[in-house]
């Protein structure tokens, strides 16, 4: 009894001291940083365009469907939305409600991580470590941040994923925590197709396939009641999957599997490609700072890889990153859903003996190389930062000074340590640095001017034209009614035909836009010049602002 009352009290605090670690780390810059493009603002207005119609099943831009992604980040976004304004506290359409979900997302995703850890490591204090090396990554961190379905799926994802390892560890699964799973493994489904099934799977398969030594054979797998679970897992998946087909005409999975899927198979989807190799070239930079005991950690990984709850992590990790590192498309956080896995073989490794192995001799250069490598690009990316966009360069130094302490427990294998130094380099650069880099944030300083040259223009920005800049995330702020156009000619016969008018035109497009519009016999008026970096275009943009 003691030892029951014992391990429910650890478990407890535990879990208060990784929730709170989460929070620290993530809400500095949430409620600060402005809607970022491309993917967060994508989403975030198709979830707004949701609140504002009551239509739930289909995913819109504007008037353009979008039919990337199945609907669950949107439906996860909404009710935070509609609870934000029901309380008076998003009346402007802030984007901080919609990256709530993101944040809960994590920190599912980061409990979910300790409580892999109780069922297949020996060690008490792995599920603590291995919690926080996840919530402290560069990656999740950066995940958390942003309204879109990375951090969400890799909760749901994470979740599930806790369930299977209990049935391999041999422990009970109630039929409420087989319900859990199903439940999470549906929802992962909707948050973005294929991922979950093929981490999931391949890690039963390969576990299985490998474990054979341990005489679980494929059995442990009932232990998660597949009979009922089943027809569970279609009811959270296929009443949408049907009513999207049937809206459609089946025009969603043609785009979203044949297009969107299939180009990302077939190559680099919008110039996304990247040979294989690139996402292990990324590691030490994106589990940062707990890069020393990750890369030790797979090195210790090999030589207890016939351990039961090594070799599970192992057939998380290996066989999904192969299929990653084989996609043509790459991007930084498609291998986010393996970083848990990366935290347990780290936190494993923190807390056992050492093992004596070649291999660990071989890789102890290469962990420590990229701690100091990830530690360079931080502190030199928030110096430059201000350089390149001439701002003031103080404005960098408070996060580039903080990487220090932050490298220094790493490297002594304190990672928890490393992981509480982590939360004041975040703020410095998420809650005070990027805030204040005006140059950035194109799209919230044309929308403010917009609101003070026409203080009366329509909240759905019906009447605003915008040419040579057309980032989602100035339709997200002016409204999906917003008119992009190829070119400023083009922008001044539609400005003839509106009552009252406001357009944003790019300095190259500006002459020919005003010459039209004199050609009309309208006289146009520049309202503001708004100067900055169109940092999803890597170039630097002049807009012009007229107003009649």
Known sequence: MQTFFGAFFQTRTTSFLLVCLCLALWLPGLFTLPPTDRDESRFALATSQMVESGDYVRIMNGAVPRSKKPIGIHWLQAPFVLAARAAGVATDNPIWPYRIASVLGGIVAVLATAAIARSVLPDERAPLLAGAMLAASVILSEEAHIAKTDAALLGATTLAMSLLARAWAGLPVERGRAAVFWVAFGVAILIKGPIAPMVLCLTAAAATLFGRGTGRGALWLLGLQPGWGVVLLAVVVLPWFVAIGIETHGGFFAQAVGGDLGRKLAGGDESHGALPGVHLLLLPLLCFPA????????????????????????????????????????????????????????????????????????????????????????????????????????????????????????????????????????????????????????????????????????????????????????????????????????????????????????????????????????????SAEINGMDYARGKTMKLDLFVR
């Open 291 to 526: 890069t020393v005991p990750v890369v030790l950690g797979l090195a210790a990984a090999v030589a207890r890889r016939r351990e039961p709850g090594v070799l599970f992590v192992l057939a998380w990790l290996v066989p999904s990153w192969l299929v990653f590192e084989a996609v043509p498309t790459k991007l930084p956080h498609y291998t986010l859903p393996l970083y848990p896995a990366l935290a347990l073989l780290a936190a494993d490794m923190v807390t056992r003996t050492p093992v004596p192995s070649r291999l660990m001799t071989m890789v102890k250069p290469a962990a420590y190389g990229g701690l100091i490598a990830a530690a360079l690009i931080l502190a030199g990316a928030s110096v430059a930062l201000p350089v390149i966009l001439h701002a003031p360069v103080w404005l960098g130094l408070p996060a580039a000074l903080l990487v220090l302490p932050a490298t220094y427990f790493a490297s002594q294998l304190r990672p928890l340590a490393a992981c509480i130094c982590a939360v004041p380099c975040y703020a410095a650069l998420l809650q005070f640095e990027l805030p204040r880099l005006d140059a950035l944030w194109i799209a919230p300083r044309a929308a403010a001017a917009v609101r003070a040259a026409w203080p009366a223009v329509p909240a759905d920005g019906a009447g605003v034209i915008a040419v040579g800049y057309a980032e989602p995330s100035l339709m997200f702020l002016l409204g999906p009614r917003l008119h992009w156009l190829p070119t400023g000619a083009q922008a001044a016969r539609a400005w003839s035909r509106l009552p009252h008018a406001a357009a944003l035109i790019a300095s190259p497009e500006a002459a020919s836009f005003t010459t039209e519009a004199a050609h009309d016999g309208i006289a146009v008026k520049q």
